[in-house]
């Protein structure tokens, strides 16, 4: 029996983000601050003393911050469970938490802070922006918990860019939970009970004893091919140095697939990472790690609190045919983008280009809004020096060892207008677990249009026709263990655009099917007073159906012919329609696309 595992790469630009967020259950580098009232705060001495500390980076400007700060979460947080003494914190505390407010922008001034919109402006690449467009508001009204302004902090860390590199603030606002062991924790803007919540499920409820040896958050890649060789970590959150320790890694049934030793000398808070030896996966179910040290006190944090990673292969894939449209989850879909930036996104709307604060949707190839994977390669190389890479959509397929075999996708893209664009959208295949690749399909720039080229921002599919349909013949893999990999790749220098890809389908057929048109489905004029023209260049003889509907979805019109290949028309009236949108959907063999026509009386 031959399996089939699909996988969808995206690598845009060519080294690792450099400021990734930073990674769940890393050790939180110490800081002293000053708070804009004169409040000195060390971290690592409210840690030891048991504290959580919720870290909110926001800047002034960022209408998302803004938002989650009047929501008054953080504040009732600190009411309710910060620090016996500190200002604005209720008597009845739990006297647990402490919540800090860094205002996490180096161009801002204090005056934003305050929302004072009358004190200036800013020079931001030789203009002067006033405050009032750079500021939400008053940020330290009715804000109970300390505010730093990291432009005003003497700290070492924090101001210019030295609080990105030290903290790793990938976007803004970025929630820091970081516990008493000094591992942090990456928060989703948390109500205040969630956060707390999450403050005693997550972090230890006791100081260090002489012994402990905790599992930390497996941080490695989560899935692997045929073999794993994953890399897991444990931290020493004992007094005593840790000498001699043991890893094993055990299967869903809880038996034991590797045991690996370490040695070394990790001091209290520190964490090892163990690369463990490769093992061949036995289940796409997942594999867990666990640590051990002798004299533990608390061997209940030895183990890892999920399964961490998966092992796809033949004997675990998914059976054939298999299609993914986007619109819903699936166990076969996976996507993972470490980076906050993200190359590799499903969604049904972008930031428009002509004002990124408004949504615009993405219309796909039935002429409605649709979800679809989309590439960054427009944001692979920004202005912050960042060159994303490495980001991994995974499908998984069956293949019951047959002759015949085809991957179809719709994909849209318009190159940028008066440049050399790179982008390239390729179908990679492998038969030996993803050692080596060959080619199957690929298009590059000006051959990968779908649209008429943009001059500047993102570009976002407005109409069906800016999609096109591909089928990639497969037979030459079919009867082996296939993997197959798309992957997006943007010029060095950047200045890439978005690709979209949508309604993948792999496909065990006895017949690879034909791509029944070639080139875009034109209709003219548009808008349209009597009559339409549809015109399109047919590959081979087959059925056309055109079928007018219009803004409520009552069917108008339809036509249906059998066409010859070439260049072909069908007319459309319109004589009898009122003035208004229409949508003309277009099915011919196997490809199905709807236009809007505008009829003006």
């Known amino acids: 029996m031959k399996k089939v595992l699909l996988t969808l ?15 769940e259950g890393s050790v939180f580098p110490d800081f002293t601050l000053t708070s804009i009232t004169g409040q000195t705060i060390n971290l690592y001495t409210l840690l030891n003393s048991g504290k959580t500390v919720f870290i909110d980076i926001s800047a002034t400007w960022c209408p998302p911050c803004w938002a989650y700060h009047i929501s008054g979460a953080l504040d009732t947080l600190y009411k309710q469970h910060g620090p016996t003494g500190w200002a604005n914190v209720d008597a009845t505390t739990t006297n647990d938490v402490v919540v800090l407010f860094v205002q996490g922008e180096a161009t801002s001034h204090l005056a934003e802070l305050y929302g004072d919109v009358a004190a200036g402006a800013i020079l931001y690449a030789g203009t002067e922006i006033p405050y009032a467009q750079v500021t939400q508001g008053n940020w330290v009204a009715n804000t109970t918990y300390p505010i730093i302004d990291d432009t005003t902090s003497t700290d070492p860390i924090v101001g210019t860019a030295a609080l990105d590199a030290a903290w790793h603030i990938a976007y803004f606002p970025t929630v820091y939970m970081i516990c008493r062991d000094h591992l942090v924790h990456v928060m989703n803007q948390p109500t205040a009970a969630l956060a707390y919540a999450a403050s005693l499920a997550t972090c230890p409820n006791y100081a260090p004893p002489a012994v402990d040896a905790k599992a930390t958050a497996y941080t490695g890649q989560d899935y692997y091919y045929c073999n794993a060789t994953p890399s897991v970590s444990f931290q020493n959150y004992g007094t005593n140095p840790i000498t001699t320790a043991t890893i094993t890694v055990t299967d869903q049934t809880g038996a034991t697939v590797v045991t690996m030793p370490w040695t070394g000398s990790l001091a209290t808070y520190a964490i090892a990472t163990v690369p463990v030896t490769s093992f061949a ?47 819903s989850g699936t166990n076969a879909f996976k996507y993972d983008f470490p980076d906050a930036y993200g190359l590799a996104i499903v969604s049904n709307t972008l930031a428009n280009p002509a004002n990124p604060n408004v949504a615009i949707d993405i219309i796909g190839t039935s002429g409605t809004q649709t979800n679809a994977l989309w590439f960054d390669n427009y944001d692979a190389t920004n202005p912050s ?20 075999a085809s991957l179809a996708f719709d ?79 943007t010029a060095s220098s950047g200045n890439g655009e978005l690709v979209y890809v949508d309604n993948l389908t792999f496909a065990n057929t006895t017949e ?47 036509i249906a012919q059998e066409l010859s290949s070439g260049t072909q028309t069908i007319s459309v009236s319109t004589s009898n329609m009122t003035s208004g949108l229409y949508n003309v959907k277009i099915s011919a063999g196997s490809v199905v696309t709807t236009k809007q026509l505008t009829v003006i009386k």
């Open 385 to 404: 020096g960042d060159n994303l890479s490495n980001y991994t959509i995974n499908f998984v397929f069956g293949n019951y060892n047959v002759s015949k």
């Open 411 to 489: 994909y849209s893209y318009a190159p940028k207008s008066g440049s050399s664009s790179g982008d390239k959208l390729e179908v990679q295949v492998s038969t030996d677990c993803g050692s080596t690749w060959s080619t199957a399909w690929s298009a590059t720039g000006t051959t990968l249009g779908t649209a008429t080229a943009i001059s500047s921002n993102w570009f976002v599919p407005s109409a069906a026709s800016q999609w096109k349909h591909e089928v990639v013949n497969l037979d030459a893999y079919a009867s082996n263990d296939l993997m197959i990999q798309i992957e997006s790749v």
């Open 281 to 327: 996966g036995t289940s796409f179910s997942g594999y867990k790690y666990s640590v051990a040290v002798t004299g533990d006190t608390h061997l209940a944090n030895n183990v890892s609190v999920d399964s961490v990673f998966k092992v796809y292969d033949p004997s675990n894939a998914q059976s054939i045919p298999y299609s993914e449209n986007f619109e």
């Open 512 to 558: 690879v099917p034909t791509v029944t048109v070639s080139g875009d489905i034109e209709m003219y004029p548009n808008p349209a007073k009597d009559m339409a023209t549809i015109k399109m260049n047919l590959n081979e003889t087959t059925n056309v159906t055109v079928e007018v509907t219009d803004a409520v979805g009552r069917t108008i019109n339809t």
């Open 9 to 23: 790469l995206i690598a845009a630009g060519f080294a690792t983000a450099s400021n990734a967020q930073l990674a």
